[in-house]
């Protein structure tokens, strides 16, 4: 059973940074597709970024791209999502998931869940 535990979030203002990382577990994460998605209250959860298993193709939601990057290390079976200048929409519920072997922004492709970690940008 493959698990993903997020950390990373917390209470910044717009305009700061902050660093997602989901720890994986099981080897098999090594051959899937990583994707990044956000839930803020009130509304469906949304994409955010993805990242192939060798990681060298990414993808990104339009309100991200610029601003957030997301990277792995297959050595250590994390991946990371890098945010900066932080704005207040960007506050939400972040999950990391995994399990389709290809990038997609659709979140019943993706097999397994993280619980999730808050990330409150105050303006």
């Known amino acids: 059973q493959l698990q993903l535990v997020e950390s990373g979030g917390g209470l910044v203002q717009a305009g700061d940074s902050l660093r997602l990382s989901c720890a994986a577990s099981?080897?098999?994460?090594?051959?899937?597709?990583m994707g990044w998605f956000r839930q803020a209250p009130g509304k469906e959860r949304e994409f955010v970024a993805a990242?192939?298993?060798?990681?060298?193709?990414?993808y990104y939601a339009d309100s991200v791209k610029g601003r957030f990057t997301i990277y792995r290390d297959i050595a250590t079976n994390t991946v990371y999502l890098q945010m900066n200048s932080l704005q207040a929409e960007d506050t939400a519920v972040y999950y990391c998931?995994?399990?389709?072997?290809?990038?997609?922004?659709?979140?019943?492709?993706?097999?397994?869940w993280g619980q999730g970690t808050q990330v409150t940008v105050s303006s």
């Open positions: 998931a995994t399990g389709s072997p290809f990038i997609t922004t659709k979140s019943y492709e993706y097999d397994y």
């Open positions: 099981g080897s098999i994460f090594s051959y899937y597709a």
């Open positions: 990242i192939t298993w060798s990681g060298s193709h990414t």
